[in-house]
């Protein structure tokens, strides 16, 4: 494995490079690419954070939870919540900022409050050829190049070796709460979801499944403490009509259920495949219907299902509705059977191999990830 200590340390070794390079930060979502381990592991530290402008500046290696604590230091966050994806997957490591950039990784709140690139101001990364791109800013009052700082977030290390990263971020909210509708089938669920959603109360999340005391609709809600109690109130009166609603009033609760959503906690150490899929909510029930899983766990009012499949199902072949899968755990012989990211249409598929040509015209990052800009359509 090679960790340049440096963004200079880490043009050479690029340049340097005979062979395909497999990115690697802190290594917890479990991917493998071809060839030599190139890890950000030592390009580590906050660079930059200013709490009254918002923004922060980290070199790429630099542990999710250095910054989150910091963050916290100042009463703030990371809007888009970011995953983590260890227990899912059974991964050890520390996840890092460049990882969560590079795979675009966000929780529940992303149906609010956005995904992790519409926070991303800036980066600094190494293309193919060992050159050191600067693009964006590092405050909000400059994000010169803006569309190609979105194109690195979630391209998966397939364009180019992020060294630093600059975000936009938030004040905590003051609290929270929840309501819970437990005992809804599928398709109720998702009308109660997006009826919360397209109400005027300003939900955060809204989500759907088994947390451990059966199947739930849940909507969660935060803000100042008089806001939340009366849009909670008044939530709750829009949701009877899906039936009987159950308020949890403690922020404690409600974050407790919520990091078991962002981190699909019901999963942890259950055998079988993982999936990881994409929909229109409105086709999730009757997706859900289709793809005969052993469990499932819908995010983003129905817009993201976690679904966990018998090994070595097909679940593409299983779906009749635009949308697209990523296997996230499975064998060796299943990921190279069916790929690990969803094929891409043919005019996308032309698009992403000429980025990739441009940025990588040696084809040496991660090589065997192709199709992974299907996470650009999340």
Sequence with gaps: MQAPASEA??????????????????????????GAVLSTQELTGIQLYEPGALTLVAAAGTPL????????AENQRLAFEPMDHRGLLGTQGEPTIGGVVAANVSGPRRVAAGACRDFLLGV??????????????????????????????????????????????????????TLLLPGLDTGAAVAALSAALGSP?????????????????????????????????????????????????????????????????????????????????????????????????????????????????????RMTVRGHATLMRASVDTVARLGRFHPEPEPLARISAGLRARF????????????????LQE
Aim: proline share 4%.
């Design 9 to 34: 340390d880490l043009c050479k070794l690029v340049q340097a490079a005979g062979g395909p390079l497999a990115i690697r930060g802190g290594g917890t979502r479990g991917v493998q690419a071809e």
């Design 65 to 72: 939870a250095e910054i989150e604590a910091a963050l916290a």
């Design 124 to 177: 600094r990364f190494v293309d193919g050829q060992g050159q050191a791109i600067s693009n964006g800013g590092r405050v909000m009052k400059n994000v010169t190049g803006y569309d190609l700082v979105k194109l690195l977030c979630g391209s998966h290390g397939t364009l180019g070796v992020l060294s630093e990263v600059s975000l936009k971020v938030l004040p905590r909210a003051e609290t929270a709460a």
């Design 201 to 317: 109360f300003d939900v955060t999340g809204a989500a759907y499944g088994d947390l451990g005391e059966g199947p739930a609709a849940m909507v969660w809600i935060e803000g100042f403490a008089d806001s939340v109690t009366y849009r909670a109130g008044r939530l709750a009166d829009l949701l009877g009509r899906f039936g009987a609603v159950e308020p949890v009033t403690s922020a404690e609760q409600s974050a407790a259920i919520w990091r078991a959503v962002r981190d699909v906690a019901p999963f942890h150490g259950q055998p079988g495949d993982l999936w990881r899929i994409s929909v229109k909510p409105g086709d999730a029930p009757g997706l859900a219907a289709q793809l005969g899983a052993e469990q499932l766990l819908f995010d983003w009012g129905g817009g993201l299902i976690w679904a966990r499949m018998a090994e070595g199902s097909d679940l593409r072949a």
């Design 360 to 375: 990588d015209p040696r084809g040496i990052f991660n090589r065997g990830l192709m199709g992974a800009d299907a996470a």
